[in-house]
């Protein structure tokens, strides 16, 4: 009964709630290719690997602490810990450790980090429930595309508004992705979709502090209960998404409703999903595949007198930063960057540390880094050249770096990253059997099995 | 590392999130006026009356069952159940009853519904931490004023553009409550509302469904979980409220810093707390007033013969159902509402069942209203004349109805309305000893008998 002032609104929306629960609820398990499969299976394994390594950050610790203090149940798994919790935290915790080192994954057309928010939901409840793999997977497929669509409806004006839009959109295809693995039908689909749609969370100013984190983990702890709500009968409005008052038009200006119709059930937004190699910014990341790549043909750190490299002016203006300091620092530092390619052949979390961002050789090498801004050379791109104490030069240029959807990540190497984060957190056997079962859990009984072998 | 695209943003903002968790830290226990501490009084029992009448209704029934499903321990009561389920899920489902009946408490400038949020996280809290009462009623005049501030900073360009400002604003408050409870420092309490500041919660669009209640009660909760988690050092932006991506600037075009900052500490917005008398919308209230006014004067239906209602006509556009088919159609019937009125004298929650709306002498009073729309009478008053079968007429000019701040219900008008309320639910003994050990709370060693006595 207060005041009813009009909004400036798009009255005319097609039923997108109706027509997502709709999707959600009935497109049939595995209704897809194999290469979507497999991308599901991909982005499974990076979630898990990402989640284990970050288990003993301080991060995981301050959220277990107040977890803890619910006094929860030993219902579900937290990954690389021997805690379990109640379904709702362990969401929660796992959501925050996939997206603590921001090495996890990008649906690269609206930076939405999917795994997060649709897996740590998903993962929590298939523990509980004993879902099998295939649903999990079916589940976590659906999830990830009403997630990425409602990305695309309203990206860039949503994110550049100031959301971070992988916890504001995480919400739904969390909701989304429970809601089909307790085999709600339509109209309970629509529930929990339109519950979530009153959760949007995340503000881009808390990038820098562990309330990013949170993000992805409050979403897919939202999206759980919203699914479990629904279950119980709890209800929401039917057009929660779409309604001149509902959540779009409320987080954003740009609402394109055909993005969420378009080839639905045909196009899937996983098949788009990329994997970071290294554990810093993505403009970094073709410096150090040119360095990578240098070291695979044999350049020595030792044997090197001078690097030049060519990159977009922007990636200095983000990643200047020539003597770091610390590990943090060094993730702004594309001369770092470049040392450890050339140096290690990799640039994960581990390589990150205060103590090989000091180490003598590291420091070293990055001082012989002339970088040149070079407004010819794309943003994805870098031209390097190495001059060697012979004389002799070696020029790699970097079109895509690996990890990008061009020049994708292999299995092999996704299998790598997976390591560098998890071996020191539950050992490397136990690591390889992790990998193992993320490959076959579209396969298991149910999910159980895979969360005790993620245990240290 | 993403896009950074300059948003139209205010950078100078005053550090709101500093200045609001050091007034939240450190204001004096009973740092304000009698007058505010007895208001605090009324805003809790109100809350705790509202919370027991509607703990059988299916919204609770829906929110416990999907709550049971988390297997929670027993550390919190249900008001006006015998469950106890973990706080964080306590919170949310008194958060969701208190708010279920829409006859809660309203601050008129703002039109948020100020308890819900920042109570339910509060007594569910103090339940497990064993908090005095003098405790919970200073975090709640702390919490409230929080949240009613950053309301009057944004309203009512937040509320139009299709935010329901109880959940979007509450969360902030019931952070601030529950961060006071646990006598956080000012570093933690600034953390607690930042993680808040990730998480509004509510769009106008779901008024009608369950999810209305909902966000007071899901704001409840998430409050008081940012408040568990800055306590374990959970960090967040030290702007998150005020940044430019952060969230006022996010949800709000309007940002009215002083809003904040006047006369903090010395004007507390819980004095501007109101209370429904009656369960219906607020602009029937004033027709429903003149009515129990006749009946006082004794005035009987059965005497009428006509009932000239003379109001303005906004009135009549959202209440103007003639013929009320059920309780909840009963509720937009102005026609209803004064037959309720003089008939009875009050319009609680049970005067708007389906029986009531149905009985005969009340379909044949409301029958005999005529309501003309005046430009010339405000909204919230009312004319009304009864001319009776002995040709007598009488005359009311009802200029501010009960409950409105300018004619505050009585404290023993709040012990009726808690009755109406409590006495289906709980018995009107044990109403009566709640109500005494609601506005004894503030001397009570700690809330626990105050929660026994709510069971039924």
Request: hydrophobic content about 40%; some cysteine.
């Amino acid at each position: 009964m207060a005041r009813n002032q009009p909004v400036a609104a798009d009255a005319n929306a097609p039923p997108i709630t109706r027509i997502l629960a709709k999707f959600v609820a009935n497109h049939p398990s595995r209704g897809w290719s194999d290469a979507v499969d497999h991308e599901a299976h991909r982005t499974f394994l990076n979630w898990v690997g990402c989640a284990v390594g970050a288990a003993r950050h301080e991060s995981a610790v301050a959220a277990l602490g107040a977890v803890r203090m619910l006094q929860p149940p030993a219902q579900s798994s937290i990954l690389g810990r021997s805690d379990r919790v109640d379904m709702a935290s362990a969401a929660l915790v796992n959501g925050i450790t996939s997206h603590t080192f921001d090495f996890d994954d990008t649906h690269l057309k609206t930076v939405i980090h999917p795994a997060g928010p649709v897996a740590s939901g998903l993962l929590a409840l298939a523990e509980v429930t004993g879902a099998s793999g295939r649903e999990l997977i079916d589940a976590l497929v659906l999830g990830v595309d009403v997630e990425c669509r409602i990305g695309n409806m309203m990206y860039p004006d949503h994110y550049d508004r100031g959301w971070h839009i992988t916890g504001s959109t995480g919400t739904l295809g969390g909701a989304a992705a429970c809601a089909r693995l307790l085999k709600l039908d339509e109209q309970h689909t629509a529930w929990a979709l339109g519950i979530a749609a009153s959760q949007p969370i995340g503000m881009r100013e808390q990038f820098g502090t562990m309330t990013k984190p949170f993000h992805p983990g409050g979403a897919a702890r939202a999206g759980l209960m919203s699914a479990l709500l629904a279950k119980n009968g709890f209800t929401a409005s039917p057009k929660a998404i779409e309604a001149p008052r509902g959540y779009a038009q409320v987080v954003s200006t740009k609402c394109d409703w055909n993005e969420i119709t378009d080839a639905l059930g045909q196009r899937f937004e996983i098949s788009f999903n990329t994997y970071k190699p290294f554990a810093c910014g993505i403009v970094i990341h073709p410096a150090i595949d040119a360095a990578s790549q240098l070291r695979a043909r044999g350049v020595k750190a030792e044997d090197v007198e001078r690097v030049e490299l060519k990159v977009h002016p922007l990636v200095l203006e983000l990643t200047g930063k020539k003597e770091p300091q610390d590990g943090l620092h060094g993730k702004f530092s594309v001369y770092h960057g470049f040392a450890l390619g050339l140096l290690f052949g990799r640039a994960g979390e581990t390589e990150y540390t205060d103590e090989i961002v000091r180490r003598e050789d590291v420091v070293v090498l990055r001082r012989k880094v002339v970088a040149t801004p070079d407004e010819s050379i794309r943003e994805a791109s870098a031209d390097v050249t190495v001059i060697l104490g012979n004389g002799r030069k070696e020029h790699v240029f970097v079109e895509h770096a690996i990890g990008s959807l061009e020049k994708p990540m292999s299995d092999a190497d996704l299998e790598g990253k997976f390591h560098g984060l998890a071996d020191p957190v539950i050992g490397k056997a136990k690591a390889d059997a992790l990998i193992a079962a993320c490959w076959k859990i579209g396969g298991a009984k149910d999910v159980r099995a895979l969360c005790e072998g993620a245990r240290p």
